[in-house]
């Protein structure tokens, strides 16, 4: 049976999918705990990376290589950098860059050496089927989140966008390098911390990967919401919505 592999960097973002799964049972592998379960028919495997490319592609590595998942799904929070894209929005990633890789002059700036490459794709289909479920849930967005907890965050008509994501190491929290990465990359939607890597590493595999992420803040020096609560109220139940809505449309493998 085919296996769906599913995670987060953070435990605010994967808490509303693992207090849904039924049947989940713990198994834990280099210190991490690695979820076990059915959702919707589907075989899963769900895990927190914690936070970082490294941390992300170790967690990556041993789903692929432990518990043999042929899929694999990244959900969490980015912060926006297209001008569109706003707080409360969903960015499905079609490619990601590592904004922080430099092994120049050896290498092109970006290029992740010999792999040739600075650009990792997103597996095409599985995105689109995630984008098809993220513009079905934001539809619904009060019925998913309450009506309260859309006025609090002023999320009346949130955007599914797709297009390219950065990760890097650093929580981009500033005006001045929010506004380098937008012109380092005029197309880049969002920036977060972990996707790169672990589309690098579903590359290594030939696995397919997709990542679809809520906009949390801004990346700037915008003062924002309580971080934590976003995730928790906002994030963390646009994860379980999406992911279930998509898991219900895809035949088991
Ligand atoms: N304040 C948080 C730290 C979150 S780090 C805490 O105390 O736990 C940010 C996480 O959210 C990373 O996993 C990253 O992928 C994502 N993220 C959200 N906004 C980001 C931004 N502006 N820059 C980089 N990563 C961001």
């Not at 990359?185 to 890597?197: Q, Y």
Request: aromatic fraction near 8%.
């Amino acid at each position: 049976m085919a296996v769906i592999g599913i995670m987060s960097a953070l435990h605010e973002e994967l808490a509303a999918v693992l207090a849904h799964m039924p049947d989940e049972q713990r198994v834990s592998v280099a210190g991490r705990d690695f979820w076990l379960g059915h959702w919707h028919g589907h075989a899963v495997v769900v895990v927190l990376s914690r936070i970082g490319k490294v941390a992300a592609a170790t967690t990556a590595t041993v789903l692929l290589e432990r518990f043999r998942v042929d899929t694999l799904v990244f959900t969490g929070v980015a912060g926006g950098l297209g001008s569109d894209v706003r707080v409360g929005d969903v960015v499905v990633a079609s490619g990601f860059v590592q904004h922080d890789m430099d092994a120049s002059p050896l290498f092109p700036r970006h290029e992740v050496p010999l792999y040739g490459r600075a650009h990792f794709d997103a597996h095409a289909d599985l995105s689109a089927q995630l984008a098809g479920a993220s513009r079905r849930v934001l539809q619904e967005a009060e019925r998913h989140l309450g009506h309260d907890t859309v006025d609090e965050f002023q999320l009346h008509a949130p955007e599914v966008h797709q297009g390219l994501v950065l990760s890097g190491d650093r929580f981009v929290s500033t005006g001045a390098e929010s506004y380098a990465l937008r012109q380092a990359w005029p197309a880049a939607l969002a920036v977060e911390m972990e996707g790169a890597a672990v589309a690098q590493v579903c590359h290594d595999y030939a696995v397919p990967f997709a990542a679809v992420r809520t906009i949390s803040d801004r990346a700037d020096d915008t003062a924002h919401t309580d971080f934590n609560r976003f995730i928790r109220e906002v994030a963390s139940r646009y994860s379980l919505a999406i992911l279930s809505q998509w898991l219900v449309g895809r035949q088991p493998g």
